[in-house]
C-alpha cells in the first residue's frame, strides 16, 4: 500500500502486471540516480542496504526532483509522518541521499516538526564524516528562521567542548558560528571561557577560538578573549596556544606590561613582527617608546634572546628618520660599552646601515677617537665592519683613523678583519687613492707581513682588490729583489705569492725569479702548489729546467713532485716530454709508490706509449718488485687503458689472473 501511495500515478485497480512493471521501472530509477547523482545522493550499494521506508521515500524524492508535477504534498506528509515515527529513526537518519532529500521538500512546518523529532540525534550524527554535512544542510536551512534555529542551536547546549575534540563536530561548530550572528549563541562564548585553557590547548580548540574571535561584532567580547588570551601563561607552551595568541595580538591594548609579555615568548615575538610587517603605527610608537626606555628587553632576554633581536632589528628599519636619530641620542652615552658587548653590539650593527649614510655626524662624535678601540675588541670590530660598508663617508673616516696603526692591526687576530674590510670595500675600489695609500704603506714591510697569518690575509685582499696600473706597479716594487723567494717556501707567503699570479706583470716577474729554483720548488710541501698556478696563468712559462734536470726521476718519486707532474701529464705542449721520460723511466717509476701513479696518469693520456713501456718492463723484468703494494693497482690501470694483445702480454709478465 505504501508503494501505491509514494510512487504510483495510476490507479489503486492497476493489475499485477502493471504492478511488476512498476517495481521494474523503480529499479531503474535507482540505478539512473547512481549514475547521474552519485556524487551528491551516494553509492547504488548503499541504496540497497536501506530499509524499505527509505528506499520507497527515497525514491519518490528523487523522483519528484526529475518530475515536479508529481509531487503530491498529502502523500509527502504521510510518508514523512511515518518515517520520523519509525523506531529505528536513529539508524535511518544517517543515510545521507535520504536525510537530503526530505530537508529539500520539506515545508517550513514540516522542517520544524522534522527539527523536533531529531533534534536528539544532531550531535551523534555531526560526528561521521558524511551525516556532519545533513547537520550542515538543515543549519542551511534554519539559519533564516529564529525559531527553528532556536530548536537547532539548542542540540548543542552544554556541548561545545565535546564537540571541539572531534574533528567533523568541530568544523560543525566553526559552521555555526561562521554563518550565524554572535546574538543567537550565547552558550558558546560561556563554555568556551569555562573551558578555555583546555580548548586552546588543543588544535581544534584553537581553530574554533580563533574563528569564533574573528566573527564577534562587539568589541568588547574580543577584547576579553584576547585578555584571556594574553593573561594565560600555559597558552605559549603549545603550538596551537601561540597560534591563538598571534591571532589576538592585533587588539591587545598597547601597554608596557603587554608588550613585556610579548617579548618574553616566541609567539609573542612573531606576532610582534606581523604588526611591525603590517605597519601598524599605534604599535611602532609604543614598542619605540619601549626601546628607548628600556633596550635591555630587546637584548638582554633569556627566554627568547633570538627573537626579541629580532623584533629590534625591524623595529629599527621601521621607523622614522626623526624617532631614529631620538634613539641614537639616548643611547649616545654608552655607545661605546655597548659596542663592546655581544648583544648591546648586534643592536648597533642594525644601526649602522642608517647611522652612516644619513645621520654621519652624529656617528663621527660617538666613535672620534675610538675606532682603534673598537677594532680589537671582538665585537666592536664587528660594528666598525657594518659601518665600513655603509657610505663613502663613514669609510673614509674609519681609514684616516686607523691609516697610522694599519701595520699594527693587520697582524692582530681581531682588528685584522678590519683592515681587511677597508681592503675589500667596495669604496676602497670606487677611490683608488685609499687602495694606492695601502699599497704603499705595506710595501716596505711586505715580506714580513706575508708571513704573519692575519696580515697574509689582508695582503691577499689588497692584491685581489687591484685595480689600475698605477697600484699593480706599487706593488710590483715588493718582487724587485730576491726578498719574496723565501716566501715561496712559508705556509703564509706562498697564499700571498700564489694571489699575486693573477696580476700579468707581477706573475711574470716572479716566474723569473723562480726559474733557477723550479726543482727545489717543486718537491717542497707548501710550493709545489706554485707551479700548478703559474702554468695556470701563464701557459708560456718556460719548463725546460724542470725536465731538463737530472734530479726529475728524483722529483718524480717525490710525494709533491710527482703531484706536480701529474697535472702536467694532461697539458698538450708538456705531454711529449713526459711520455718520453716515462718510456725511459718506467722501472724505477713503477717500483715506487709516487712513481707508478705517474706512470698511470701519462698511459691515461697517451695509450699508444704501453706497447714501448711493456717491452721496457718485459727487459728488466728482475728489477721491478712484484710484490710491491702498489704494484698492482697501477698495471690494473694500465690494462684498463690498452688493447687485448698487451694485456695479454702484462697478465703473462706478472701472473695476473
Known sequence: MLLRSILSHRSVSCTKHLKRNLVHRQHKKISKIEANEGAKYGSYSSLTQLNPLERKLNVRCVTLKQNSSRFDESKFEVALEKYLNDPHLKDNFGTEITSFNILKHCSPQQLTKFLERTKHLLLENSKDNSTSEIVLELLNRVKDSPSDREIFLSSFKNKVFRMCEMENTSLVLTEIVNMLESKDYPFIYDEVFTHFTRLASTLRGSKFIQALYERTVDSEMKKKIAERAKTDKSLDKVYSGKLLLEKVMADLPNSEQMFRSLLNSPSGCIGAMKQLEENNLSFINSLFKLLCAEPHLFINNPKCEKHSLQVAQKLIETISDEQFLQLIEKISKNFIGMCMKKNESTLISYLCPRMGSKFFKQTEELIKGQTKNLSVDVYGSHVLRNLIDSSDKAYGFIIRELFKSIIDLSQHPVAHTVVKELAASRYATKDNDYLSALIQVVNSDFVELSKNKWSSLFLAQIINS???????????????????????????????????????????????????????????????????????????????????????????????????????????????????????????????QYGSALVENVVKHNQELVGDLVDTMEGNIGSIDKKAPHLHGTLLSILSHTGPLHQNRIKQLFAIK
Open 466 to 592: 687591484i685595480n689600475s696600473p698605477q697600484q699593480i706597479e706599487f706593488l710590483g716594487q715588493a718582487f724587485e729583489n730576491d726578498d719574496f723567494y723565501p716566501l715561496c717556501f712559508h705556509p703564509h707567503g706562498a697564499k700571498v705569492v700564489n694571489e699575486c699570479f693573477s696580476i700579468p706583470p707581477i706573475s711574470n716577474k716572479i716566474i723569473s725569479k723562480l726559474s733557477p729554483y723550479i726543482c727545489e720548488v717543486a718537491i717542497d710541501p707548501v710550493a709545489f702548489k706554485l707551479l700548478k698556478t703559474a702554468y695556470e696563468t701563464t701557459p708560456s712559462i718556460d719548463l725546460s729546467p724542470l725536465f731538463s734536470s737530472k734530479n726529475l726521476l728524483h722529483i718524480a718519486t717525490n710525494k709533491f713532485g710527482s703531484k706536480v707532474l701529474i697535472d702536467f701529464a694532461g697539458r698538450p705542449k708538456l705531454k711529449q716530454h713526459l711520455s718520453e721520460f716515462t718510456k725511459k723511466n718506467v722501472v724505477p717509476l713503477v717500483s715506487d
